[in-house]
């Protein structure tokens, strides 16, 4: 086996992280830049808010000025880890590929707890409306509906809209005539591994991080997703960072003589917070850019 290093390993580990991310590429990133302290603590995301263009009453009048306001949306940052000790006996009689053998279960690990971080926003959400349990093809074509009208009262963009789903779910949709599968699609962006297919404007993902029977339709920035890499220990011997659409990581490689063993460590700061504008002046209801709807024997919203 090759002399194992961190900066090695970073490069076979990179293109196993592409393939474990599904959510945390659909939605807005907050890079480490804009985020400092310690574990735990919590990023501040500020998100304009939509401003109204205002009528001059007579030629030379004077105007009004109006004020830009921001939302604030608080993500907290949980500290992600997973670390393997490599006894001389693994490394000597037992391990044939660290790639495949460790780095593969760590980054995997990694990059789920990173998704969970996402996936259970999501699923916390209120639902706004239910599937029905039988699961006819125009019962789900009319919440696909449901969903895409409410986006579009919302003025979210036409532009980055997904629909991630569950597996039931998306079961569901491959019965819709409207739904195109990214095989007949034609498409080639850097999401084709994630996406299934579209439907009404909305890039289908499918994930199982999402609670059974239920989906979320958003706009991009309709939730924040923040991640920071870890800085490098003082105390470690070889440290390395790498990173894969949007996610950033940290890898750790060093000796343990207490235990005769090699220490592996995979960690990333990850957290996420759906994203809510400032109530409507008129209606007092709060502005968002996602719909989330369950199949009615776990769902709490209308039927569709």
Do not use: C
């Not at 500020?46 to 004020?67: E, F, H, K, L």
């Not at 409207?178 to 009404?200: H, M, P, W, Y």
């Amino acid at each position: 086996m090759a002399l194992l290093t961190a900066k090695g390993i970073a490069s076979v580990e990179v293109a196993l992280l592409i393939r474990s991310l599904v959510l945390p590429r659909t939605v807005t990133t907050i890079g480490g830049g804009e985020y400092a302290g310690p574990n735990g603590d919590t990023i501040t995301v500020r998100v304009p808010q939509p401003g109204s263009a205002r009528t001059q009453s007579t030629r030379g009048a004077d105007i009004t000025y109006d004020d830009i306001t921001e939302v604030p949306v608080d993500v907290q940052l949980a500290h992600l880890y997973h670390g393997k000790l490599l006894s001389d006996e693994e490394r000597s009689l037992d391990l044939e590929s660290f790639a495949q053998q460790i780095a593969r279960v760590q980054i995997a690990a990694v990059a789920t707890g990173a998704e969970d971080e996402l996936a259970s926003v999501m699923n916390a959400l209120t639902s706004d409306a239910e599937f029905d349990e039988t699961g006819t093809a125009a019962n789900t074509r009319a919440g696909v509906l449901t969903a895409r009208e409410f986006l579009g009262r919302e003025n979210a963009p036409a532009g980055d809209r997904y629909l991630a789903a569950s597996p039931e779910i998306v079961s569901r949709l491959l019965s819709v005539p409207d739904f195109v599968k990214v095989n007949e699609s034609g498409a080639t962006s850097a999401l084709r591994q994630a996406i299934v297919g579209q439907i009404f404007g909305m890039q289908v993902v499918e994930s199982s991080a999402l609670s059974a029977g239920s989906a979320v339709a958003y706009h991009s920035s309709g939730f924040a997703f923040a991640n920071r890499v870890p800085v490098a220990p003082d105390g470690a011997a070889e440290s390395a960072n790498f990173s894969q659409d949007g996610l950033g990581v940290r890898h750790i490689f060093q000796y343990v003589p207490d235990k005769l063993s090699d220490a592996s460590v995979v960690s990333t700061f990850a957290g996420a917070s759906a994203v809510v504008d400032e109530p409507d002046s008129g209606s007092g209801t709060q502005a968002r850019r996602y719909f989330k709807f369950d199949t009615s024997e776990s769902g709490s919203g209308s039927g569709i």
